[in-house]
């Protein structure tokens, strides 16, 4: 293969991937419209048994979800919609 053909593959791969990746950043119209229990129920539960509701007061919560977010990949507005679930419900 020449030098040019292969720059140009790898070139196109590239914007390829990146574009694939900028779009699944980005949340749904389905995910913004989803409440903060059922968030938590997909995003927090299928990895791991969470804590009921009551467990944390509302200041921890903020602190769990802050930190789970990253590990998740949740957008802060799912992040915000589960606070407000959890700080509601204990």
Known sequence: MKTGNL???????????????????APSAEVSGKPGAQLWA??????????PPL?????????????MQIRANITQEEA???VAFLQESN
């Open 80 to 82: 915000d919609k589960i």
């Open 55 to 67: 467990v944390y007061d509302d200041k921890q919560w903020d602190a769990v979800v802050t930190h």
């Open 7 to 25: 720059i140009i593959v790898i070139f196109t791969a590239t914007v390829l991937v990146l574009i694939l990746f900028v779009n699944s950043c």
């Open 42 to 51: 997909e995003n927090c539960q299928r990895c791991h048994n969470t804590p």
